[in-house]
């Protein structure tokens, strides 16, 4: 309710939020909307500005893409920091998606959270927004499992077994641990190696 400043009597505004579909999405990115550079992401229909990228962000995702890649080599497609679209008011941009192998890397289609086999995020200042806002909507998605890397706690949160908006397993690991992706359960990786 608001007042009416020169009757003084309140007034029932209705107002609706706009929100926007990932097709709009691009549209408005295309239409050069954004600055260059400008990482947004679509949640739920809304457009969220991310903070910039620090030095030691930058250092564990490259870290991170070092590792994986290593490991899995045509095993899986290591993917940095591209769009993934979770369903059609959601697009986020992960650190760190790692796909199931395809021979055209993905060009004839976007990979859809079906071909996720896991993925990083990495969090120097956006801890409670990728546990808050980002893992209960790849849970949504049914993306399998989910690896923050807490750069303040110094220590990686594993998240697997996707149950509508939660996870029914979740671990925190750290320096001295080892991980081991669920797809890839002979493959493992140290805690503090990921951490750098």
Not at 38 to 52: A, F, H, K, N, T
Not at 74 to 96: C, H, M, Y
Not at 157 to 186: C, I, N, Q
């Amino acid at each position: 309710m608001v007042y009416d400043v020169k009757t003084r009597e309140r007034m029932r505004i209705e107002a609706t939020k706009k929100l926007f579909t990932a097709d709009e999405f691009y549209r408005i990115s295309e239409a050069g909307i954004f600055t260059e550079g400008q990482r947004v992401e679509l949640i739920d229909g809304e457009i969220i500005e991310m903070s910039p990228i620090g030095t030691r962000h930058a250092v564990c995702v490259n870290r991170a893409n070092t590792f994986l890649t290593e490991a899995f080599r045509r095993k899986a497609i290591v993917s940095i920091q591209n769009p993934l679209r979770l369903g059609e008011f959601t697009e986020v941009l992960p650190d760190v998606v790692v796909f199931k192998p395809r021979a055209d890397f993905y060009a004839s289609e976007r990979p859809t959270p079906a071909d996720v086999l896991f993925l990083v995020e990495v969090a120097d200042t956006t801890l409670r927004y990728d546990r808050n806002v980002k893992v209960p909507r790849y849970a949504a998605a049914g993306i399998a499992e989910v690896w923050i890397e807490d750069l303040k706690g110094d220590s990686l949160l594993v998240y697997h077994d996707p149950a509508e908006k939660t996870f029914k397993t979740s671990l925190t690991l750290h320096r001295g641990d080892s991980v081991s992706p669920l797809a890839f359960p002979a493959v493992k990786f140290k805690v503090e190696d990921l951490l750098g």
